[in-house]
């Protein structure tokens, strides 16, 4: 699928690191279940500062398969650490209760570049402005 001349310079991502995962939490978010993210502030620092998340902006989502699938808008973004992660936003991710949260994350940063409870997480809300497909 091509993508919308009016996203051409929008950021693309797709959530989790797997495919299965990223059409997973794709569908969460279609749904509506889906309004939060996280990531680790690590993975933010140079060299790609330029992909913090900012309020305001658009990113468009890619399926597992790398095709566009939605935009989204950030309308806040926090830093915590993963031990002081709210419940009210970790139940935002749609991913179960706080404890399934807590779990899937914590495995989630282990594959990819380690966890800690005091690691700082990019805690960021967005809100679905269109589906692509």
């Known amino acids: 699928m091509a993508l919308p001349a009016r ?26 279940e889906k309004t939060a993210t996280c990531g680790a502030l690590r993975d933010y620092e140079p060299p790609d500062p330029e992909l913090m998340p ?13 095709q566009p699938a939605c935009v989204i808008e950030t309308t806040s973004v926090v830093l915590h650490r993963f031990a002081e992660v709210p419940e009210s936003f970790a139940l935002a991710e749609g991913e179960g209760t706080f404890e399934d949260w807590r779990r899937g994350h914590k495995a989630f940063f ?19 402005v269109e589906v692509l497909k």
Do not use: Q
């Open 7 to 32: 996203h051409k310079d929008a950021h693309s991502f797709a959530f989790g690191d797997s495919p299965e995962l990223a059409d997973r939490l794709l569908a969460l978010v279609l749904s509506g």
């Open 54 to 66: 900012e309020v305001g902006r658009t990113d468009v989502v890619l399926d597992g398969s790398g």
């Open 110 to 128: 282990e594959r990819n570049g380690g966890w800690s409870a005091d690691m700082m997480l990019v805690c960021e809300r967005f809100r679905l």
